[in-house]
């Protein structure tokens, strides 16, 4: 039905109709008084969702470009780096590290499992050397629905005392806490169309004072990313090219939204939906695919056995409107995965589990009673 998509997949997230109209009004320009108001007083909520007194820079790009600049901005040709690879975004930081010509160790996981912390820390207490200049992972890994223990990994960086932390937590930030400076994270990206409730086109690069220092010695070929340049003009309320105007004026709608909600009640609806989605899915008895205790708050992975997820997708969007994530990579027909990030509420939540059970006795696979999943998510959900 027209207009009827829910989109439950970990990007784009569905975006609310204040956000929207804010958006739908005629760019204005992006040199202009009233635009530099904008950027100053989405600058101040910025900070407020990454916690921390740094500026938070606005780049024109999905998260991929914020990724690379987290990395171009900060390390040198040669630098060694310890990469965290146990999913498809792990991997992509040791792509973007090797296309920069780094030397890069991969700490590897089981697509599924979380990253084993104590890996970071012997390679890091071995480098009495100290050249290990960045430790580099994703915190929430969206394609196995794992959530990896960035602030133990973040602690072993700091033992080290010379390497950088850089975490990519573009579906744990607005869904987690991750507070940037009491962690001491020096590097943290995301983008706009997962926990920020926005559509795509824009990333964020947050920056640590060491991070900035690291930039002066960064060697590494950068002209757009130059996060140089963003900092200069961002003091001025400013952005170094035309920025994506009307995407500003949704910014701010957005994080006023969230800032009205409040950081902890934000998280602590993410907390309630994962534990809802979980439940759902063991009471059906379709097996969850991220190791028990590491789920993403943002995202539930479900492992489909003998059941091609594809097929199930396909019924529960014909039938249903909604949109499930499939698996990625080898993941693909074995894994449908439920994005519970950003603007979902629980109503959501109800609608895509019973979806799920519908789909499944349409396909003649229904082996629970119709039901059981709705009552164990209507159980956490009328508990928590
Ligand atoms: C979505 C996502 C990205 C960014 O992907 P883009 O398509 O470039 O926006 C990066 N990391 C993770 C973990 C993601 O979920």
Redesign the pocket.
């Known amino acids: 039905m027209q207009d009827k998509l829910t989109l439950m997949i970990?990007?784009p997230t569905p975006v609310p109709e204040t956000v929207l109209k804010a958006m739908g009004r005629h760019p204005i320009g992006h040199r202009s008084g009233e635009f530099q108001a904008v950027v100053r007083r989405t600058a101040k909520q910025l900070r407020w969702l990454h916690q921390t007194s740094g500026d938070v820079l606005v780049i024109t790009g999905?998260?991929?470009a914020a990724?690379e600049a987290g990395i171009i901005n900060t390390l040198s040709r040669g630098d060694k780096v310890l990469c965290g690879d146990n999913g498809k975004?792990g991997k992509r930081w040791v792509k973007v590290a090797r296309t920069y010509g780094l030397e890069v160790e991969v700490i590897k996981a089981e697509w599924g499992q979380p990253l084993n912390t104590e890996a970071f820390r012997t390679a890091l207490e071995a480098d009495t050397a100290k050249q290990i200049k960045a430790v580099i992972l994703?915190h929430?890994?969206?394609s196995t629905g794992v959530i990896n223990d960035l602030e133990a990994v973040t602690r072993h960086v700091k033992a080290h005392g010379t390497a950088l932390t850089i975490a990519?937590c573009?579906?744990s930030l607005g869904a987690t806490n991750v507070p940037m400076d009491t962690w001491g994270i020096d590097v943290v990206v995301s983008?706009s169309?997962?926990g920020y409730m926005l559509p795509?086109g824009l990333s964020f690069v947050a920056m640590s004072s060491r991070a900035w220092k690291a930039y002066e010695q960064s060697d590494l070929p950068k002209f757009y990313l130059d996060l140089g340049a963003y900092q200069k003009t961002a003091v001025k309320d400013s952005n170094p090219f035309t920025p994506a105007v009307n995407l500003y004026f949704g910014l701010e709608a957005a994080l006023e939204m969230m800032q009205e909600e409040g950081l902890d009640t934000i998280f602590a609806r993410h907390a309630r939906h994962r534990t809802a989605a979980q439940a759902g899915m063991e009471a059906i008895g379709l097996p969850l695919f991220a190791a028990q205790g590491y789920g993403s708050p943002a995202i539930t992975a479900v492992a489909t056995r003998s059941l091609d997820a594809e097929q199930l997708r396909k019924v529960v969007k014909e039938k249903f409107d909604i949109l499930l994530a499939g698996g990625q990579d080898h993941l693909k027909g074995r894994v449908f995965r439920i994005g519970h990030l950003g603007y979902v509420c629980d109503r959501d939540i109800l609608a895509t589990i019973s979806a799920i059970e519908v789909a499944l006795q349409f396909l003649g696979l229904q082996k629970s009673k119709v039901g059981s999943g709705v009552a164990a998510v209507s159980a956490i959900l009328n508990q928590i």
């Open positions: 970990p990007g999905s998260g991929t990724m975004f994703t929430s890994e969206t990519d573009v579906t983008g169309q997962k795509p």
